[in-house]
């Protein structure tokens, strides 16, 4: 087989979306896959529509997926091409100019069959088709028409594109046949669906890729997310981007439509939080802390690279998202919390005395460890005469300024005894009032 050469196409009309970024990544695998050439094509012909913006954002959309592109072709670059192949076809006899646009003549008998690798034998009676428009009266092409014109120019050996250019495919073929051109193969992929089985939109929590970005969900999880809409390997959810590599390929695509479940995608993305590397989760966090305004550049640049891993990796294990995880940094970052109320009410004038005297020890230690953290608290508790029941709960609010979190001493551990004696004092000297 001569080596693969796939497009992806988008229209730069407005952002990229579930559908066209499900497109994206199926092309950029299948090319990686066997080893070929990715290319992207932005497909601005229609003048009106397109914005430069909207390329950027796809650009912008690609890169944070990780789809790296060999080729990339603007279509209005190649405007002279169009009206040069719309000429050979009016030479040809097969487009006429009626008026000003020019029109491809669609014979009146027989039919056109699309051997679809995906869809099976899609035959459309030319009965059923009308002439269509290849050059618009300004000279600029239409869509099926370029289309044509630049897949062939460009080398490309499969066409892999949503079911709903499907209908496009018999024209497509038409303008191959009058030209003389040998077509690529097609493998259009079933369209995508909510979960109710309407058309996918916005309100299944369906938005364009950089909304997921935004969202705090990892472009490990939404590129995994992506391949699973429409293409399975056994009953296994969990992919990464090598194995997606290693295993993509079409007869893996299935044949009907895929459904969209947001709990899914928040479910693995999850799962990736939990397998990233803690230098980049730690990296990731910093970004998100500061992006969501739960504390400055200069706040997260002084806790550093390893105390921000550390906070990663006990932040990962409750929060789905970046988001989730950012937005309950607050208290692994220096300075005053803000204590929830019920909170408040566990530090009782009782245990007042214990929380100075949690400080006095925990100050004379360095880098203390959850066991010694452990170990001081239930000296106290014993010293003191208090149950370590009533204390924990006090010391993890005066500390962390809410009741849930994750394993107590852990948490005091990555905090740090300066941050943990500053906040108890705190505490302490609060209930004075
Ligand atoms: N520009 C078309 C779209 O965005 C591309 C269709 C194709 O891949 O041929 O839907």
């Known amino acids: 087989m001569d080596s693969v050469r796939v497009r992806f196409a988008p229209s730069p009309t407005g952002y990229l979306h579930v559908g066209g970024g499900r497109t994206a990544l199926f092309n950029w695998l299948y090319a990686r896959h066997h080893g070929g050439t990715f290319i992207l094509r932005i497909e601005d012909t229609d003048r009106t529509r397109s914005t430069d913006e909207a390329i950027e954002q796809i650009f912008a959309s690609l890169r944070w997926l990780g789809l790296d592109w060999d080729e990339v072709y603007r279509q209005t670059d190649r405007f002279d091409r169009h009206r040069e192949v719309a000429a050979e076809l009016v030479r040809r006899g097969a487009a006429y100019e009626s008026e000003g646009a020019l029109w491809f003549r669609v014979p009146k008998e027989g039919a056109t069959t699309v051997p679809d690798l995906l869809a099976g034998d899609v035959t459309v009676q030319h009965s059923e088709l009308k002439d269509l428009v290849i050059l ?11 289309c044509v014109v630049d897949d062939h120019d460009m080398g490309i050996t ?11 495919t018999p024209k497509q073929l038409l303008l191959y046949q009058a030209l003389g051109w040998e077509p690529p193969l097609f493998a259009h992929v079933p369209l995508i669906l909510g979960p109710d089985r309407s058309k996918l939109s916005k309100r299944h929590g369906a938005g364009s890729v950089l909304d997921y970005d935004e969202r705090g969900i990892l472009p490990e999880a939404l590129v995994n997310f992506l391949a699973r809409l429409g293409w399975s390997h056994g009953d296994q959810e969990v992919f990464s981007r090598e194995e997606l590599v290693a295993l993509f390929d079409l007869p893996g695509v299935n044949t009907s439509a895929a459904v969209f479940d947001d709990e899914k995608l928040m479910w693995l993305n999850h799962e990736w939080l939990r397998r990233l590397d803690l230098d980049r989760l730690g990296r990731l966090l910093g970004e998100r802390i500061v992006r969501r305004g739960v504390a400055d550049q200069a706040t997260v640049d002084a806790l550093g690279p390893t105390k921000l891993a550390r906070a990663a990796a006990l932040l990962r294990e409750r929060g789905r998202t970046l988001v989730e995880m950012a937005d309950r940094a607050r208290p692994y970052l220096p300075g005053d919390l803000d204590l929830v109320p019920e909170a408040e009410a566990l530090l009782t ?10 400080a006095r020890r925990v100050e004379g230690l360095s880098q203390p460890s959850a066991a010694e953290f452990e170990s001081v608290l239930q000296g106290v508790a014993r010293d003191l005469g208090i149950s370590i029941k009533a204390l924990a709960p006090a010391v993890r609010v005066a500390v962390s300024g809410t009741r849930v979190g994750p394993g107590l001493y852990d948490l005091l551990s990555v905090i740090g005894p300066e941050i943990v004696v500053s906040r108890l004092r705190g505490a302490a000297r609060k209930e004075e009032r």
């Open 158 to 168: 499969h066409v892999i594109r949503g079911a709903e250019h499907l209908n496009n």
């Open 136 to 146: 618009r009266s300004d000279g600029t092409p239409i869509y099926n028409f370029a």
């Open 349 to 358: 004038a009782e245990l007042r005395p214990a929380l100075a005297e949690v």
